[in-house]
């Protein structure tokens, strides 16, 4: 019997022993986390306090502080990690990264840490949409702009941002899907801006092709959206081919309401007296002729007009 109640306090006495060296091992791998932590080098320092994480978790009660300061302190060090990833544009690494930080920061209940990484989340697929943008890889910045909408869909100028790059990529429909979500989170104004330079390409790129009802049509859409006096000149143009001389007199009018200092201004004038002499209305082209009479290049021209239709 003695030898036994020997025996037993020997095993005893091994094992605080095992217990004392175990703590000293999680507490020196805390330390080293710390002092890793502050020359800035999170990955080793991750690697420390998750090491201490699980000596002091199977130490039990004598390692609940340690324990608990590596909860406290493994999102946020996962999160950092995250950054630097970011800030060296590896957006794969840095997503695994941010949702290994929500994880944890679930697990071990650090509310603070989980706000943070669900705002970095969009930030970084803006960021990399932005600096797709800079070098005008559009697929790339359509992606980004998508993948951080997609987490914030209350984000209006990442909805406008979105819509301009698959506008670019010729996405005219999907453009204006995300040109409406920004109107509907509050950027109406630069939205149907967009949506109207959308259409005034459109506009331009018919005329040139020589389809003239399409391009009318394009850029009356551009002008319902946002006036545009470019998208009136094209309209009042491509009218004019059309031989639909009072609708191309009402658009080249309008043009000119809107941007009467125009370099061709005078040449859109005289166009719109010689429209309205094509169609019997003396006075108005009169009217017009008059305005453009001092002209240099016109206004040698519209003198003989007067003349002809003062008489």
């Known amino acids: 019997m003695k030898k036994f109640i020997l025996a ?7 094992a605080s022993m095992v ?10 791998q805390y330390n080293n ?27 039990g009660e004598e390692a609940d502080e340690i324990v608990a300061n590596c909860k406290e302190v493994i999102p946020g060090v996962i999160l950092q990690i995250a950054k630097n990833h970011i800030k060296e544009g590896q957006y794969t690494e840095a997503e695994a990264q941010i949702a290994a930080a929500v994880k944890a920061a679930e697990e071990y209940g650090n509310e603070e840490v989980l706000a943070d990484a669900k705002e970095l989340a969009p ?18 910045a359509a992606e980004g702009f998508l993948k951080s909408y997609q987490l914030d869909t209350t984000n209006a100028n990442t909805a406008l941002k979105l819509g301009q790059v698959l506008a670019s990529l010729g ?15 509050g950027e109406e104004e630069d939205a149907n801006k967009q949506i109207s330079n959308m259409f005034l390409k459109e506009a331009n790129i018919a005329f ?3 389809k003239l009802e399409d391009a009318v049509d394009a850029a009356l859409k551009a002008n319902s959206y946002a006036e545009n006096a470019t998208a009136y000149l094209i309209a009042g143009q491509a009218s004019q081919k059309l031989n639909k001389n009072s609708n191309a007199i009402e658009y080249f009018e309008k043009y000119l309401e809107l941007k009467p200092d125009a370099s061709n201004a005078s040449a859109i004038t ?36 007067i003349k002809a239709l003062s008489k």
Do not use: P
């Open 208 to 210: 040139k092709a020589k």
């Open 33 to 59: 986390g710390a002092t890793a932590l502050s020359t800035k080098n999170y990955t080793g320092a991750l690697e420390y306090f998750q090491k201490a994480l699980e000596m002091g978790t199977a130490i």
């Open 171 to 185: 996405k005219k429909e999907e453009a204006l899907t995300y040109f409406q979500h920004a109107i509907w989170n």
């Open 8 to 14: 037993v306090a020997a095993l005893f006495m091994a």
């Open 19 to 28: 217990s004392a060296q175990d703590m000293a091992e999680a507490t020196e």
């Open 123 to 140: 930030q970084m697929w803006l960021r990399m949409g932005s600096d797709a943008l800079k070098i005008k890889d559009y697929a790339g």
């Open 270 to 305: 005289f166009t719109i007296g010689a429209l309205y002499q094509g169609m019997k209305n003396n006075a108005k082209a009169l009217e017009f002729y008059q305005k453009v009479e001092n002209d240099a290049k016109f206004g040698a021209q519209a003198k003989e007009l």
